[in-house]
Nanobody, 124 residues
């Protein structure tokens, strides 16, 4: 069982950047794909990006392509999300999650372990 803890959220002005981290403890981080999701008030949890177990394959939702970059360090058991060009509509609680498979997917139900979330607020 992997435990996940996100950090790096905060308040930033539009156009700014943040780097989220997701530290994993326990066994199995390197075995499975990982993903980032976000949830704004009153909205469903939304897929942002995923990365395969090796880090060789990534996938992004259209709204963050070219602005966000997902990466992982399998030595330090850490997942990252570099967010540039932030917009007010990026405001949400951001979650990292471990998938049940190795490739990565956009389906919430495919993810088995979740962090507690970190708040990102982008002011206009």
């Amino acid at each position: 069982q992997v435990q996940l803890v996100e950090s790096g959220g905060g308040l930033v002005q539009a156009g700014g950047s943040l780097r989220l981290s997701c530290a994993a403890t326990g066994r199995g981080f390197t075995t499975y794909a990982m993903g980032w999701f976000r949830q704004a008030p009153g909205k469903e949890r939304e897929f942002i990006a995923s990365i395969s177990s090796s880090g060789g394959n990534t996938d992004y939702t259209d709204s963050v392509k070219g602005r966000f970059t997902i990466s992982r360090d399998n030595v330090k058991n850490t997942l990252f999300l570099q967010m540039n060009g932030l917009r007010p509509e990026d405001t949400a609680v951001y979650y990292c999650a471990q998938e049940r498979f190795v490739i990565g997917s956009r389906v919430v139900a495919n993810y088995k372990n979740w962090g507690q979330g970190t708040q990102v607020t982008v002011s206009s």
